[in-house]
């Protein structure tokens, strides 16, 4: 549960690799920068010495950093208990706010994350996360964007919208808009990356709470979708 290795097929991270490993792992660096952007903008140096992924995702916070960009990559996780073992997608680990799949006596045991196939087109992804500081904040909103890029055209693009809503919302409407669309359409300022945002933020129905109104998180999310589209795309040809 320490350890982050790979198969064939996956990169396998274990549930008791902390924030900091994970963003000085070669592994993840290398196929997965993504991910360890979204653990560098976790609470501070300190938390993310000691704090795990497992503990992050555990927890179930709306909040939490890891979840919209493993939900992005369509990471499954490994659960076990002294007798049993089953795997099931992330999507379905996260029940609601503080609410996860876990039953008694079972632990989070690892994140499983398919490798891209790099032969088929380009992959990428991005985090972008907005909070009151940029650090040690809490995210008020945030967007998790996974796309591949074949013949100049996004395919198996994915956005994904966290601290909206009790988990992390897989925005439908949004990336059927995404996928088909010609790369040379997705730059800043274009008609397409405002009426993203307008699909994405019309997909959400977030919280009031005491970081920002709903309103206010629309508003973040209608701006931040759009650009981590486009930061992702800029990975293109990099990493994911
Ligand atoms: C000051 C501060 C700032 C923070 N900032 C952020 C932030 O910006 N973004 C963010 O996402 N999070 C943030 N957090 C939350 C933090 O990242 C998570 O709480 C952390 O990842 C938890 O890891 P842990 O190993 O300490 O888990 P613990 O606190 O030890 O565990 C959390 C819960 O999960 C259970 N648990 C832990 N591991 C497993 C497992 N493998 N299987 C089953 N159950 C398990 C525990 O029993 C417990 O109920 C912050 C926390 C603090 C204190």
């Known amino acids: 549960m320490k350890q982050i ?5 996956n990169i396998i991270i274990g549930a008791a690799v902390t924030h900091s490993e994970i963003i000085e792992s070669d592994l993840v660096n290398q196929y997965f920068p993504a991910l360890a952007l979204a653990c560098s903008m976790i609470g501070s140096h300190q938390i ?48 609601g706010h503080h609410y996860n799949d876990l039953m008694k006596g079972e632990i989070l045991t690892s994140i499983i994350i398919r490798k891209p196939s790099f032969k088929k087109g380009s992959f990428a992804a ?9 650090s040690a904040a809490v995210s008020v909103a945030s967007v998790a964007v996974s796309l591949r890029v074949e013949d100049e055209e996004v395919v198996e693009g994915c956005i994904v919208v966290g601290a909206c809503a009790a988990t992390p919302i897989v925005c439908l409407k949004s990336i059927e808009m995404l996928n088909g669309t010609n ?7 274009s008609e397409f990356i405002k009426l993203l ?44």
Do not use: M
């Open 5 to 9: 290795r790979e198969d064939e097929g």
């Open 48 to 95: 993310r010495n000691t704090a795990t992924i497992g503990g992050n995702l555990c927890t179930c916070a709306s909040c939490a950093d890891t979840a919209p960009i493993l939900f992005a990559f369509g990471a499954s996780v490994e659960i076990k208990s002294s007798s049993w073992s089953r795997t099931i997608l992330i999507t379905d680990f996260f029940k």
């Open 126 to 134: 991005h985090y972008e996360k907005f909070g009151l500081r940029n």
């Open 183 to 189: 790369i040379s359409q997705v730059k800043e300022g």
């Open 197 to 240: 945002g307008e699909t994405v933020a019309k997909e959400i129905f977030p919280i009031d709470d005491i970081r920002g109104s709903s309103n206010y998180r629309k508003d973040i999310v209608r701006v931040i979708s759009g650009r981590a589209v486009l930061k992702a795309l800029s990975n293109i040809g990099e990493k994911a």
